[in-house]
């Protein structure tokens, strides 16, 4: 088995129940793929409120265009007016940022019109739910067509302490490692000033190599292939330099590969530090730092 086929099978074997079930586009032509300038797991905060997880993906699209249902379903409308659910009995489909044009408890079929694009707006955030889980919808099996041929980007690795930044040739102590790494969203892209977006990938893992030994186990560092992450482990997962997309002013997103790591528990000497990036169609990214570790150094 290649490469790429032991990832994709990975990939697979994360996929949600009923990832077989694809469906088409919240906008017009609705069989074809559009532009998304949000992933699923970025990091969200509005306001004053705690940080989080964008749980759903942003479909670009132009104020007041239509909207329509991806699955067959009953309507409920939102008590603010901005977004609606169907409910196809087995899984749940939101649409916010939408003024609706259906009623409350309609049933709609696949291709209906539902609702349009809220003035200033232009996106609909579009949401995938299997009972209380939230599911990423550009997994395999899920929106469709989904053509993804690019690979996630490594710009930097390191080791921070709090955050103070680390020399990687004189690690000692409880150390972090971090990965500064993205996505870039598939043609057709974002228009401007979304453009430059960079997005979460879907799976992080990484391992330490000492030098002259051969590769041992992988471990994961974070995985938004399938399911949405726990709010509470925000903090885990994106380091305190991350910040949002902004119109015209593209995000840095920073992660955790291992937080907290004692070095002490691992033998002074130099190490490879190996991380590999995905997407949730396979692309990847690859690459490493050599650490040494000197904790019995005076």
Not at 130 to 158: C, E, F, K, W
Not at 262 to 287: E, K
């Amino acid at each position: 088995m290649t490469r790429a086929a032991v990832v994709l099978a990975a990939i697979a074997l994360a996929a949600p129940a009923g990832a077989g079930a694809t469906y088409g586009w919240p906008l017009a032509p609705v069989n074809r793929q559009h532009p998304v300038r949000g992933f699923f797991d970025d990091p969200r905060q509005q306001g004053t409120e705690p940080p989080s997880f964008h749980f759903g993906i942003d479909v670009c699209g132009a104020d007041g265009a239509p909207v329509y249902a991806v699955a067959a379903g009953e309507v409920r409308v939102q008590a603010d007016g901005l977004a609606l659910i169907v409910d196809t009995g087995d899984r749940v489909f939101s649409y916010w940022h939408v003024i609706p044009t259906v009623a409350d408890r309609a049933r709609v079929q696949p291709g209906d019109r539902i609702g349009a694009i809220k003035e200033g707006f232009g996106h609909v955030h579009f949401v995938e739910r299997h009972g209380d889980q939230y599911v990423n919808p550009l997994r395999p099996g899920g929106i469709a067509p989904y053509v993804d041929a690019t690979s996630p980007t490594v710009t930097s690795l390191g080791v921070v302490a709090g955050k103070r930044r680390v020399d990687p040739g004189a690690v000692q102590g409880v150390v972090d490692l971090v990965v500064e790494t993205s996505d870039t969203p598939p043609a057709p892209l974002p228009p401007p000033p979304w453009d430059g977006v960079r997005v979460a990938p879907a799976y992080v893992r990484w391992r330490l190599v000492a030098n002259g030994s051969p590769p041992g186990a992988w471990r994961t560092a974070l995985d938004f292939r399938s399911f949405l992450a726990a709010s509470t482990r925000f903090t885990e997962v994106y380091a305190p330099w991350t910040t949002m997309n902004r119109p015209g002013r593209p995000g840095s997103l920073v992660f955790y590969l291992t937080h907290a790591w004692d070095s002490r528990t691992t033998p002074d000497g130099r190490y490879r530090l190996d991380v590999a990036v995905f997407d949730t169609q396979g692309n990847s990214a690859r690459a490493h730092i050599w650490l040494t570790l000197t904790n019995s150094t005076p």
